[in-house]
C-alpha cells in the first residue's frame, strides 16, 4: 500500500485536499515560494500535526508558531491528520514567507484539510468475525500463527430451480447462498459529505475477476436485494460515501479452485481517488488492500468417521448389497444406493467421484470432485450430490486421452503423517502412475495439477502401471486403530501369501483346495501343493512383489513409515498377456473402512479344518488392534469384472477437526 | 531420490542383485524362511556391510558368524557395499536357518551382489567445473551460500547458414556451439559389463521436454559427432555402460526463459532399470537426478558503462546523427548506425528492442528482447543483432492489442537499490502502466509476465498512461555519480520549472524569449510572463505535476530512495485533446546516459544573457555531481513527432560483475 503521498503547494493560494487519517501527506513548501523568500513560518490547528523536515532532521512544529525555518528546495513539511473531520475543510496549514529583511510575511500559501478514515475489513485473524483494520489484512501466511481471509468456492447450489453452482451466476436467491459467503466490511468515517471531486472506488485486477465474485445489499431496509459489484466482466465499482460513521457490508464468493495457473490468493481494493479537472483521468490518493486464499479441496482419509456409504444397484449385485448393507448399519452409518437408472449399469461407485469438503473460519461443507473418466455413473455426481452445502468440483482434459488411471480407485489420500522432518496434519495424496522412464499410462495433467495446486496434502505419485487395472487401491489401504491415534498400512503381499501356503503345507495341509464355493465358471481343483509348485505363477509374483516393493519403498519414505507401520496382507496376482497383472484371489487389501468396522473381499482360500486360511491369517493380524474384519463375497458381481468392494463403493466422510489454514504447507 | 530399496530372499536358492555404492538395500529374511525356521544366521564377504534388524534395533552382523538370531516377520536385514565390484556377483551374503532343535541349518537362502557406482554429475557449486556426486546438485538455491547447477538458453546463432537461434534446431554444428552449454558428467565405476537384465537410463519429465536439450559426443576419437540424445520428442535415452571408471560426457542448453508457467527449473535423472522377466516393463532400482536454473534474462542499467550505441539513420536526421556521434566518441564506446534500409523510416530505436544478457559460471553473453510493438524496425534485431554470442528473445502476445505501452521507452530498469529491508543487487524493472481503478492502457501481459518471471530485476509498475505516448522514460532517468558506487535519479517536474521562472520573472528577465533558433513551425513569440500569467497551463502542469508525483512517492518507495537521491528537471507539459500529456519544450530527462557524458535533448528555454537559463540550471544541478551535459537539437528530428534523444537511441551495455544467483529474489 502507499502510505505517504506527496502534495504541493500552489504559489499564491490555498488548495484543499484531503487527509486519510493514520497516511502521511509530504509538503512541498519550497516549490511555492515566492522568488525572493528566504525563511518561512508555520500555522495550523489542533486536527494537523505537523513535522518540518530540513536536510533529512525531523521537527514538530508547534500550532501557530512564531518560529521561522530556512528554506531551501529539500525543504519539506510532514502532515498527519489525528482525527477525521467533522466537516470539510474543517482544519488548515498555513504558510508564511519571509524575505531578507525579516518585516512581515511577503507571501503566503497555504492548505485546507479534511479527515477522512477508510478501511476495508475481513476477517484477517480467522475468527469468524470482520475486525477493524487489521494491519496485516494485505498478506496471507500459513501456519498456527497465521494469518489473511479466507473464502470459500461458493460451488454448491442452494436453489434447487437453478442449474449449475452457485459460483456460477452473478445472482443471489436466497440467505443461505450468502453464508456461504466471506464478508467484507468497508468502514468510513468523516463528513456528511466529501469535498467535491473525490470519490471512492472498489476494485479487483483483472487476473481475478474470474476468480472471486462480490455482492453488496442495496436497500437493508425495504426487500434487501443483493447486486453484484465486482467479478466477471466487472473490474471496478465507485462506493457511495455515506458520511459519520458508516459500514458498508459485502459479501465475497470464491470462483475458482486453486490450479496449476492460479496460487488462490486474490487482492480486492479501496482507492480514494482525487480529480483535478474536468476530462482528466482521477488519480487514486489512498489504496487500502485486503487478501483472501480460497479455501483448498480437501480428502478424507480413512482415518476419519464415515457419514454415508454409496453403492451402486446392478443387475447381479443383490446379494452384494445385502451384504454392504448389513456392514453400513453395524457401522451404524447412512446407506445411498444409486439406482441401475441412474448408474446407468456402471459399478464401479469408487472411479467415478472422490469425497472432500472445502472449510473456512465461517463456514464449510463437503465437495465432490467428479472424474474426467465418465462412465454410466457421468452424471451421477452432478445430479445427485450437488445440492445445498454440497459442492462440485470436476477437471477434464481438453486433449489428453483419458485411461483408466484416472478412475478415483487411482486417487487415494494416507492418514496425518510426518516425513523427513515435515508434517502433513491432512495426510498426503497418493496417485497410481508409470515410471517416468516408461511411456505408460499416467492420470492426466489437469487432476494431477489440481490435486498439487491445493497444497496442503502434497501428492505422492505411485508406480500403478503394473497393473491391468492400475489403480493404487489395488496394493494399498489405510485402517485406524480404534481408540489410538494411530493408523497401519496394508498392502498386498505375495511373499506373505507363499510364505503362508509354506507353513501350511509344512504342517500337512498341501492338498487344501482353494475357491470352494466360488461362483466362478473356473472349475479347476487349485491346492496348496499345485500353487506352491506352479513355477511360472512363482515367477509371476516375484516381479509383481518386486512392483509392490518399489511402492513399499517410495510409501516409507514418503510417509514416514517404519516396518511396524505395515502390515503384508497374503495376495496372488497373474500376469495378462500384456505382461500386466490382476489378482489371482480376491485382493484382500482392497477392502471398505468404516472406523472399526472393515468390509473384505472374500478370498476363497484353501479351506483347512472347515476355515480358510486366509481369513484366519488376516483376523490374526487384524483383530488384534481392534478391528473386526467381515467378509464379503463379491466374486461374480465385482472380482470377475477386475474390481472388489473397494473398487464398488464409495464413502463421504466427516472433515478433520485440524484447520488446514493453520499447516504449513 | 529413492536412496533406500526392499529385495526379499527367495526361498530354497540364491538371487543375484545389483547394489549401487552409497545406497543401501532392505533385505527381508522372514519371506524366505522354511516353514519351522526359528533362527537363522548370516555369512557374507568384506565388501558387504550387514546389518540385522530386529523390533527396530540395529545389530552389525560379523563376516561369518555363528551367532543366531530369532526369527519373525518383523527381522529385516540392511546390507551396503562398501566399494564397486571388479567382476559381476563377487561379493555374497548367506542365510542358515534353523529349527527347533538347534542342529544343522535346515535350509539356505543367499544374495550374490555386484557393486556398482553411478554418479550423474554437474556444475552444482557453480565454479565452472563439474565436481564428483555433489550431495546438493538435486536441489537449487539462490544466495552467496546457494548452489545447484546453471543453464543458458542457447538463443545466440553461431552458425552464419542457420536462419534461427541454435536451440531452435537438435543440432550441433560448431565447437562454439557447446560453449555455450553446461557440462553433465555420467560417472560409472563397476565391472567390465553389468549381469544381463540391467540397463542405465537418462531421462527427463516431459514438461521439461520443450525447456532442455540434451547432446553426447558419440565418438571422441574419429570425426566427433555430437548427437541429440534428449529433448524435444526424446524423453529418454538408453546409456551405453562401459565397465570400469568411466566417464560420460554430456551437453546441455536451455530451450526456454522462465516465464509464468516455467519457474527455471529443470531435472535431469539417471536410472538403473532391472529386469526380472521378459514382455514385462523394468523397474528402476536406483535414481540419481541433477537439477538445473535457467539463467535469467538480465536488464542493465544507466550505471552500467557502454559498450555501442544504436541509433536510426532517416532521411530528416543528419545533424542529430552527428551531435550523437561526436557524444558518442567523446564517451569512447561504439557507434551503430541502423541504415534507412533496415529502418524503414521507423527512427525509434529505443522502442523496438531492450538489451540485457544472460550468464552462467561457464559463460556469458548479451541478449536482446524484441518488443512486440514490430514498427518498421521490426526485424533489425533478429537481421543485424541476432549473431555468435548475441542472443535473441521475444514475446508476442497472441490476443492482446498492442499499445504504445509496449514500445520499450517503457521499459527501464534502476540501478542496484535497497528497499523496505530487501535487497536489489541488479536493480529493479519499471514499467509504466494505467491505474487499477481506469481501463487504460497496459503494457501487454505476455512481455510483463515475461518480466516478472525472471525474478532477479522484480518489476514496479508505474502509471504513465496519462501521457499521450505513455513511456516512463518521459518522466524518469538514472544518472551515475561518477567515481562512486550512488547515482541520482532525476524526475520532470513542472513545479521546479515554474519555480524557476518565477526567479527570473523576478529577476527582471519576464520578457526573455524561449524557442529562439527553434526549427519548428510554432512561430509565436513565448516569454516568461506569458507562460506564468497563462491560467490553463498553470491548471494542467499542477495536474501533470500530480501524475508525477504519484510516481515519484511510490518509486521513493520502492526503491528505498530519500529527497537527496532525487534530482527534479525542469519540465512543462501541455494537455492533448484526449486528456493526455506531452512535452511542451523538449523534455531534458529523457536523455541518453553515457557514464559521466549526458545527451540531453536541448530545451530551447528562455534566453537570459545570451544563454539558455534552462540549460544553465540545469547544468547547475549535474555537474556539481561530475557529469557532462551535451545539449542535442532534437526537435525537428525528434521533438515533433513526440519523441526526444532517449527514444531515438539504444544502448548495450556492460554485464554486471555482481553474479544473479548470488542473489536473493
Known sequence: MLRERTLRLQFGNRIEAICVVGTQVAIDVYGAAPAEALTFSLKHTDGVEVEVISNDQLEPAPTNGGKQWPLDAKTNLKIQMTRPSTEANDNKVTVNYYGENGGPPIDQAGIFLTGVGISLDVDADRDGVVE???????TWTWGPDGQGAILLVNCDKENPFTA??????????????????????????????LPPGYEMVLYIPISDSDKVGVFYLQNPFFGQRYIHVLGRRKLFHVVKYTGGSAELEFFVEGLRFPDESFSGLVTISVSLLEKLAEGIPHTPIFTDSVVFRVAPWIMTPNTLAPVSVFVCSVKDNYLFLKEIKSLVS???????????????????????????????????????????????????????????DFGYVTREPL????????????????????????????????????????????????VRDFLSAQLVQSPVELYSDWLTVGHVDEFVTFVPIPGKKQFRMLMASPSSCYKLFREKQKEGHGEAVMFKGYTGTDTKRVTINKVLSNEVMVQENQYVQRCID???????????????????????????????????????????????????????????????????????????????????????????HLGEVHCGTNVQRKPFSFKWWKAVP
Chains 1, 2 share one sequence.
Open 132 to 138: 477493524k483494520n487489521n494491519p496485516k489484512k494485505a
Open 399 to 446: 486433449f489428453e486421452v483419458v485411461t483408466s488411471l484416472d478412475s478415483f480407485g487411482n486417487l487415494e489420500v494416507s492418514p496425518p503423517v510426518t516425513a523427513n522432518g515435515k508434517e502433513y496434519p491432512l495426510g498426503r495424496i497418493l496417485i497410481g502412475s508409470s515410471f517416468p522412464t516408461s511411456a505408460g499410462r499416467r492420470m492426466t495433467k489437469v
Open 330 to 388: 453395524k457401522a451404524n452409518c447412512q446407506l445411498k444406493v444409486c439406482s441401475k437408472y441412474m448408474n446407468r449399469s456402471d459399478r464401479w461407485m469408487q472411479d467415478e467421484i472422490e469425497f472432500g469438503y472445502i472449510h473456512a473460519p465461517h463456514k464449510g461443507f463437503p465437495v465432490v470432485l467428479d472424474s474426467p473418466r465418465d462412465g454410466g455413473l457421468q452424471d451421477f455426481a452432478i445430479r445427485e450430490i450437488l445440492g445445498p
Open 164 to 193: 449449475m453452482e452457485d459460483c456460477q451466476d452473478d445472482k443471489v436467491y436466497c440467505k443461505e447462498d450468502l453464508e456461504d459467503m466471506s464478508r467484507m466490511i468497508l468502514r468510513t468515517q468523516g463528513p456528511d459529505r
Open 550 to 640: 518399489w511402492n513399499r519403498d517410495i510409501l516409507k519414505k514418503e510417509l514416514g513409515l517404519g516396518e511396524k507401520d505395515i502390515i503384508d496382507l497374503p495376495a496372488l496376482f497373474k500376469i495378462d498377456k500384456h505382461g500386466k497383472a490382476m489378482a489371482y484371489f480376491p485382493n484382500m487389501v482392497n477392502m471398505i473402512v468404516l472406523q472399526r468396522d472393515l468390509g473384505v473381499p472374500k478370498p476363497f482360500g484353501p479351506v483347512i479344518e472347515g476355515e480358510c486360511c486366509l481369513e484366519q491369517h488376516v483376523c490374526s493380524l487384524l483383530e488384534p488392534l481392534g478391528l473386526d474384519c467381515t467378509f464379503i463375497d463379491d466374486i461374480s458381481s465385482y472380482h470377475k
